[in-house]
């Protein structure tokens, strides 16, 4: 007397063709990301349709903090100035966008104190932003 296996077979290969149709593959940490030091966990989670608008807020050669709205830095004379010059610019951006799809990036460089980099987050509160997302750019990285 020997055991049939073709029905456990026939079983085995169904259930293994609906778990690939009914379950959703979920793409998680697919894409390379520089953390900062000390971090043990970061992501992305896109949104479809939004454009990205991000704030830089680096040193420059002379080791003064610099702010920049996408590619066009900002000139003031003060912080307090600076970060209304960067809410401004962040409304002209997003005045556009739906409020769901108004996410602004922050972009920190790791050299800046956030005694000064508090003003960008500032700006981003005081703009039509619905979101924010932060960065970390590494030592010596490209600017």
């Keep these: 007397m020997s055991l049939n296996l073709t029905p456990v077979i026939d079983i085995v ?9 009914t379950c959703q593959f979920i793409e998680a ?9 000390n971090c043990n966990f970061a992501s992305v989670i896109d949104q479809p349709g939004s454009q990205i608008i991000t704030v830089t ?9 610099v ?12 912080y307090e100035q600076t970060a209304d010059e ?3 610019m962040l409304n002209a951006q997003l005045k556009d966008l739906p ?14 104190p956030f ?3 508090q003003y960008a987050l500032a700006a981003v509160a005081k703009s039509t932003a619905t979101d924010i997302r932060l960065s970390v750019m590494r030592q010596g990285e490209q600017r």
């Design 13 to 21: 290969f169904q259930l293994i063709i609906f778990f690939a149709v």
């Design 29 to 37: 940490e697919n894409f390379p990301v520089l953390v900062p030091d």
């Design 57 to 65: 807020v680096l040193k420059d050669d002379s080791g003064k903090s």
């Design 67 to 78: 702010f920049a709205v996408g590619s066009e830095k900002i000139a003031a004379s003060s």
């Design 86 to 88: 960067i809410a401004l």
């Design 99 to 112: 409020a769901p799809k108004r996410v602004v990036t922050l972009r920190i460089d790791k050299d800046v």
């Design 115 to 117: 005694a000064e980099a």
